[in-house]
Nanobody, 128 residues
Framework: QLQLVESGGGLVQPGGSLRLSCTTS????????IGWFRQAPGKEREGVSC????????????NHADSVKGRFTISRDSAKNTVYLQMNSLKPEDTAAYYC?????????????????WGQGTQVTVSS
């Protein structure tokens, strides 16, 4: 059974850092593109960062929303079946529930409808 489990959320002060983990099981991580999404109360879910499938010319390519470019980094550790989202210089507007998702598509995207499998989410709160 394909599963994704997020962890690493919490309360952090503005300017601080957090690293979220998306631990997967039931499938070969390298064969899926992984996306990180977030949803704040009263707002739609938005794509944050994603990493494409491994292998091939564009394998492992990454994309980030403009709002997090230069602050967030996504990476994959295939040996640990885990995808990480390193978040630096956090702002109050980064406060949201963060979800990871998987798609068999080669390239990742920031559109939730492209993803077939979802984790349960982890809460990130940026506040002083």
């Amino acid at each position: 059974q394909l599963q994704l489990v997020e962890s690493g959320g919490g309360l952090v002060q503005p300017g601080g850092s957090l690293r979220l983990s998306c631990t997967t099981s039931g499938f070969t991580l390298d064969s899926y593109a992984i996306g990180w999404f977030r949803q704040a109360p009263g707002k739609e879910r938005e794509g944050v960062s994603c990493i494409s499938r491994s292998g091939g010319r564009s394998g492992g390519s990454t994309n980030h929303a403009d709002s997090v470019k230069g602050r967030f980094t996504i990476s994959r550790d295939s040996a640990k079946n885990t995808v990480y989202l390193q978040m630096n210089s956090l702002k109050p507007e980064d406060t949201a529930a963060y979800y990871c998702a998987a798609t068999f598509n080669y390239f990742c995207s920031g559109y939730s409808f492209d993803y077939n499998y979802w984790g349960q989410g982890t809460q990130v709160t940026v506040s002083s």
